[in-house]
């Protein structure tokens, strides 16, 4: 089998062994290759032997196919990557070859399926002012086809419409048993422009909020960055246009006010399914709150233990796109059969394309306002002895 241009089996080994959370050692002892071996190949230093690989592929589970699959084009510096500073660079290398994996598989299945790029606006200016911002996230709302002053029912679901494939990404070990997603990172993403696909990983964690926060950021990554990717602060500006993607403009500035209590901002979040200190942040940014009484709302936050544990329970979105494209091209358990087609390890599909809890089909529907029905989430505060819930169903 001949290499592929720009890569070599050995580039692809330590992209396997990045993907796989392994060290040298770890994978010397699970494939019975030698330290020596592995560590040569890898900065070729001598040619990987096809019965090597072989060994590597078997005690792995990885399809001979993936050392000679051509890797993913994403450039480095657009590669959009949310993560605490003090994440692990160990695990950024892995969550890195993870992304860069399931965009190459993302990339085949959805042009197999001609399934359409996203429509997505794009910023271009040195400098963007406020306006800009709000401007940008009402574009983006138009393009996904979603109500320009309503609450987003389904932010997953409305991306998916649009083009914008959601994965969502769980470390598992060589064993495959299941970990819990690192607490240092949330997202990453690529789109790489106009006609193109676009890829939106995140970690699910505990709280919907979260994850559709998560989700409206990275978004903002690819309208802001992708014809930007050396801004001065992609983070922060991210952030703005995530907050103003989930609540327009004309709702916040009538409904977060200076005189709004926590309560009043518990009640938004079970409207907009977005946390409570990203909507005081959100009224900071359009100059209904001033400093002071920002600082005096994340005071009282902490007093009551708000910072780590919010009230109101925002449901988890799931993504539909690439599990209905794999089921359709590899029949309903497509795993290891699309796993060796695609070069890839099957713990990655299985990852960025989970099986529905039931199985359903990814609606079509050109009607914005029907679109806009399927899925509503229940946006709701845990009920107390002696008062009622704040329950509240987006519209």
Not at 17 to 34: F, H, P, Q, V, Y
Not at 203 to 220: I, M, S, V, Y
Not at 247 to 268: H, K, M
Not at 321 to 345: C, F, N, R
Request: glycine letters at 6%; hydrophobic letters at 40%.
């Amino acid at each position: 089998m001949s290499t592929v241009l720009g890569h070599s089996p050995g580039e692809r080994l330590r992209t396997l062994r990045e993907l796989l959370g392994l060290t040298g050692a770890a994978l010397s002892d699970m494939c019975g290759m030698s330290k020596s071996w592995i560590s040569q190949v890898e900065t070729n230093a001598r040619e990987a032997s096809e019965d090597g690989l072989r060994a590597v592929a078997e005690h792995t589970g990885t399809p001979f196919s993936f050392f000679y699959a051509r890797p993913s084009s994403i450039p480095l510096d657009s590669l959009h990557f949310r993560k605490h500073a003090s994440a692990s660079r160990t695990v950024t290398k892995r969550v890195r070859a993870f992304y860069g994996e399931s965009y190459r598989v993302t990339e085949d299945i959805l042009q197999r399926a001609n399934y359409p790029t996203p429509p997505l606006p794009y910023a271009t200016a040195d400098d963007l002012t406020a306006r800009d911002f709000e401007d940008l996230a009402a574009q983006t709302r138009e393009a996904l086809r979603i109500v320009a002053d309503k609450p987003i029912p389904n932010l997953t679901r409305a991306m998916e419409r649009a083009g914008i494939a959601v994965a969502p990404i769980v470390l598992t070990d060589p064993a495959r048993e299941e970990q819990s997603a690192t607490q240092h990172h949330f997202g990453l993403s690529h789109w790489g422009g106009i006609g193109e696909v676009a890829l939106v990983a995140y970690f699910p964690g505990a709280q919907g909020d979260r994850d559709r926060f998560t989700l409206a950021h990275e978004l903002g990554h690819l309208v802001l960055h992708t014809f930007r990717p050396h801004a001065r602060d992609p983070e922060t500006e991210a952030n703005r246009f995530a907050a103003a993607l989930l609540v327009p403009e004309e709702r916040a500035q009538a409904e977060i006010t200076d005189r709004l209590s926590l309560t009043g901002y518990a009640r938004l979040k079970a409207t907009w399914g977005v946390s409570i200190q990203a909507l005081i942040m959100r009224g900071h940014a359009i100059g209904n709150i001033n400093e002071s009484r920002k600082k005096s709302l994340f005071v009282q936050l902490t007093q009551r233990g708000w910072r780590k544990s919010e009230p109101v329970t925002v449901g988890q979105e799931s993504p539909l796109l690439l599990w209905t494209v794999l089921e359709k091209q590899y029949g309903a358990k497509p795993y290891l059969s699309a796993a060796d087609d695609l070069a890839i390890h099957p713990t990655v599909l299985r990852s960025i394309a989970p099986t529905p809890a039931k199985r359903t089909h990814l609606p079509r529907n050109s009607n914005p306002a029907e679109s806009n029905k399927a899925e509503v989430l229940q946006f709701r505060r845990p009920e107390k002895r002696g008062s009622d819930p704040i329950k509240a169903v987006a519209r």
